[in-house]
């Protein structure tokens, strides 16, 4: 077993989460859109470590340097931002997940790094905080669904502050907002795809605004997530009949 920085040479490899997802989702079918984007945006805004088990990679954690993370909060510079981490089932409880984490610490700190931050949440199923706390992450802000968590390298404490969401839709129709090209997760671009399509769906009752991810946009609405009127109904997976509710209830 051994841990590897990712380059672009193995960009072909990347989300060996897609190997475990249930047969009733289709979150696989948007690897290519996100391997584009990882392809596109790598040394800029994602970077991230491959544990393998000879040439298989059976374990990531793909982050960015906090002046160019694409995630809601402002953060001081030169601090490592997680934006997610997965090891396959069959290599869990195993150690692995400490050994891939010690290769990261050590080598962040090298590259001058002052800790890592990371935006854990609530759910069991993705990125819960007490995965976090077993290595040594402790919670230093808290705004649901989120804990933010921080491990210090070579500052003990940072500032971060959480974005405001700061949207206002059209008056004269539902308005849904999607963020594009920001298809860092194959689960991101399902959801994309999903909404737009269901949004269609009502026809000329909904407007769809689509919106360009970046830095500057995302200091300047607050978000990369979905909206629908101006408001984060939907946060991570969900089902079309979910989403079409929640589009009904704005609708009244």
Excluded at 53 to 74: C, M, N, Q, R
Excluded at 174 to 195: D, I, Q, R, S, W
Aim: aromatic content about 12%.
């Amino acid at each position: 077993m051994q841990v590897k920085k990712v380059t672009i040479d193995d960009l072909e490899t990347t989300y060996c989460c897609m190997n475990e997802v249930p047969p009733s989702v289709s979150w696989s079918e948007y690897l290519p859109e996100s391997r584009q984007w990882f392809r596109a945006n790598l040394g800029k805004h994602v970077e991230g470590y491959h544990l393998l088990d000879g040439v298989k990679v059976v374990g990531h954690v793909y982050f960015a340097t906090s002046e160019k993370a694409l995630i809601p909060f402002e953060i001081e510079p030169e601090v490592a931002c997680i934006y997610c981490t997965e090891i396959l089932r069959d290599y869990m409880h195993k150690g692995y997940g400490k050994m891939m984490f010690d290769y990261m610490k050590n080598d962040v700190r090298k590259e001058g790094f002052k800790g890592i931050l990371v935006p854990a949440t609530e759910f069991k199923e993705w990125m819960h905080y007490e995965l976090f706390l077993r290595h040594g992450f402790k919670v230093i802000k808290e705004h649901s669904p989120y804990k933010v968590m921080y491990f210090p390298l070579t500052k003990e404490s940072i500032s971060v502050k959480v974005m405001k969401l700061n949207y206002t839709p059209s008056k004269d129709k539902v308005e849904v907002t999607l963020f594009k090209n920001h298809f860092f997760c194959p689960v991101g671009a399902c959801m994309y795809y999903l909404m737009k399509k269901v949004a269609r769906s009502f026809g000329d009752k909904v407007k769809i605004v689509e919106i360009d991810t970046t830095p500057e946009t995302l200091r300047k609405y607050g978000t990369q997530d979905p909206l629908i009127n101006g408001k984060i109904k939907i946060f991570g997976p969900a089902s079309e009949e979910e989403v079409k509710k929640a589009i009904q209830e704005e609708l009244g």
